[in-house]
């Protein structure tokens, strides 16, 4: 499988604060980027994903940027509250769809 | 969207012995995947469950300690054989979206081997 960096592996932000996780890929074949939140004692779940033909896509509190030229793309969490304490995982899909999952980032939220 | 019911939820296990983990999906789909989440860490992906054909093993993992079987479109199991404690892990199941991109998690099976 394709790697994929991503990082921080853990980070912990103030209620309010902005949460940035980041995701470096090698395989320029990738035409979707998501991010997956992961709850403990639940399967991950879709939060947010862009094709690489924006460079931004806004849902809610939640950005994900796009850097084709770095092949890089970002999770941006606005106004970070404690509901959003998980952990996030980037996994673009390769051949057949099937992703490749990044290390993840372990967020906490304090109140 | 798919809805998937996994279970067990969670179980312990003695060593030495086998477990099987159920999937069943709300609708059809042609391909299903089993990873295994080891504690703190990223999903690893064991096996692709294609309905009429042998599962596809990922680099790492062979059948005899991981067999798969899918009957019909929209159920599929996962047997953990002669488990070791370091078969603990969590299980998951996931389905493809129409479109192919999108993945969909049954909650896993918490697997403890003492």
């Known amino acids: 499988q394709q790697q994929v960096k991503q990082s921080p592996q853990s980070l912990i932000v103030q209620k309010g604060g902005i949460s940035i996780i980041n995701c470096a890929y090698e395989n320029t074949a990738f035409d979707y980027f998501p991010w997956y939140q992961q709850f403990p004692g639940k399967g991950p779940a879709l939060l947010i994903a862009?094709?690489?033909?924006?460079s931004e896509k806004k849902e809610g509190r939640f950005t994900i940027s796009f850097n084709k030229s770095a092949k890089q793309f970002s999770l941006h969490i606005m106004d970070s509250q404690p509901g959003d304490s998980a952990t996030y995982f980037c996994?673009?899909?390769?051949?057949?769809?099937?992703?490749?999952f990044g290390r993840g980032t372990s967020l906490i939220v304090h109140p | 969207s798919a809805v998937i019911s996994q279970k067990p939820s969670r179980d312990i296990c003695q060593r030495g012995t086998s477990l099987t983990i159920q999937c069943q999906v709300d609708?059809?789909?042609?391909?299903m995947f089993w990873y295994r989440q080891q504690p703190g860490q990223s999903l690893t992906l064991i096996a692709t469950a294609n309905q009429g054909s042998e599962a596809t093993y990922e680099s790492g993992f062979v059948i005899d300690k991981f067999p798969i079987s899918r009957p019909n479109l929209t159920f599929s199991t996962l047997t953990v054989s002669n488990m070791s404690p370091e078969d603990s892990s969590i299980y998951l199941c996931s389905v493809q979206g129409a479109q192919g991109e999108k993945l969909f998690f049954g909650s896993g099976t918490q697997l403890s081997v003492l």
């Open positions: 862009i094709r690489p033909d924006v």
């Open positions: 996994a673009p899909p390769g051949g057949s769809y099937i992703p490749t």
């Open positions: 609708s059809q789909v042609t391909m």
